[in-house]
């Protein structure tokens, strides 16, 4: 059992987020679901990409912000053009620097491995072309990316 897991307050919708969130990412299950008095979902687990998460059908109190957001590390464009189109679809919309909130309200930073890489760059003059390219982007482009590194 890991130490620290994200909660996450939905308004009456858990079970669908979960089951949604869990069709995206191939390491994933869904794990106990609690019942409330009505019969939804009052509580549940699940695992994305092995990491646990508990979510709460909690009633429309609290709303998700940019305050927090999950960070999925991209190996490849393929991964990340596909993570943006699933999490964006049916209402989600995207923002800058590969941000982007899904159908939910959950904030998403979908982000190449590589992207750290070229950032902490010793040489500044490349990692500031990376910088000043990402910042022009909503989802990132990483052959975009590249070539602003190679200069």
Not at 109 to 131: F, K, T
Request: glycine residues 10%.
């Amino acid at each position: 059992m890991q130490k620290i897991t994200p909660f996450l307050w939905f308004n009456d919708n858990a079970e669908e987020a979960i089951n949604f969130y869990v069709s995206i990412f191939k390491n994933s299950k869904v794990g106990t679901m609690t019942p409330g008095a009505d019969g939804k979902v009052m509580s549940a687990s699940f695992q994305l990409e092995g990491q646990e998460f508990m979510a709460l059908n909690g009633g429309p109190h609290f709303k998700f912000t940019e305050a927090i957001s999950l960070f999925v590390n991209c190996e490849t464009q393929e991964e990340v053009d596909g993570l943006w189109d699933r999490l964006t679809a049916d209402g989600g919309s995207p923002s800058q620097c590969g941000w982007l909130k899904d159908k939910f309200g959950l904030s998403w930073q979908i982000i190449p491995s590589s992207l750290g890489r070229m950032l902490h760059d010793e040489d500044r003059a490349r990692s500031g072309r990376v910088m000043q390219a990402m910042l022009q982007m909503q989802k990132i482009d990483l052959r975009a990316l590249k070539q602003a590194y190679e200069g």
